[in-house]
């Protein structure tokens, strides 16, 4: 089945810890990107990659990072999770840019 | 800065009826256009996609473009309670690597028994 895959999808952490939220697609699609969301905000996005390691900054990148080191897997990387972190986390991919996103079923992350 | 307009609502429709909802864009580039429903803790999926002037007609939902005006927008007929949900109108954009794509807020739709 073609999905985009994200875990975990609950997460509750303390300020500091590093931590790693994953996402593949099995798709074969060159684009990828993260997304939070947050009551009242919509989607932001965070980073996204046009393919293998070409990423770029979207419009709230502070505190993340991410790696395109494979075509399926795109990572999203907090090493010093703060409270202000918490959110719900998407993940999607795109075949293309003319191509809609297919999104993955999220991630809760809260930091405490 | 590009960006993506929407009505936030909520916008309450009788049951039956048509509900629409607008979207207008900034980048007169853009090419691609898609309309996401999501409703509450969920993940966007996808309603419809449209690429060119003029209408586009799926089951119950008809995407509207026009791209001289900016403006996309989406009609939901014979508006159903399951259809209550948030809205939400993309838009792919020219970027420093290409293409990227961009939401609006997202319009809050309530069709009432």
């Known amino acids: 089945e073609a999905q985009v895959t994200q875990n975990p999808r609950y997460l509750i952490t303390v300020t500091g810890k590093k931590l790693t939220v994953t996402c593949s697609q099995n798709?074969?699609?060159?684009?990828m990107s993260w997304y939070r969301q947050d009551p009242g905000l919509g989607l932001r996005q965070i980073y996204y990659s046009m393919n293998v390691e070409v990423t770029d900054k979207g419009d709230v990148p502070e505190g993340y990072k991410v790696s395109r080191k494979e075509k399926r897997n795109f990572p999203l990387i907090l090493e010093s999770p703060s409270p202000n972190q918490t959110s719900l986390y998407f993940c999607?991919?795109?075949?293309?840019?003319?191509?809609?996103?297919?999104f993955g079923n999220g991630t809760r992350l809260t930091v405490t | 800065q590009k960006e993506v307009e929407q009505n936030s609502g909520p916008l309450s429709v009788p049951e039956g009826a048509i509900a629409s909802l607008n979207c207008t864009y900034s980048?007169?580039?853009?090419?691609?256009f898609f309309w996401y429903r999501q409703y509450s803790g969920k993940s966007p999926e996808l309603i419809m996609f449209?690429?060119?002037?003029g209408d586009k007609e799926d089951g119950r939902f008809t995407a509207q473009l026009n791209k001289a005006s900016q403006y996309v927008s989406l009609l939901i007929r014979d508006s159903q309670p399951s259809d209550s949900a948030t809205y939400l109108c993309a838009v792919n954009i020219l970027d420093n690597y290409g293409q990227n794509f961009v939401f609006g807020p997202g319009t809050r739709l309530s069709v009432l028994p």
């Open positions: 980048d007169r580039g853009s090419q691609s």
């Open positions: 798709m074969n699609h060159e684009y």
């Open positions: 999607a991919s795109s075949l293309h840019y003319n191509s809609p996103l297919h």
């Open positions: 449209i690429y060119s002037n």
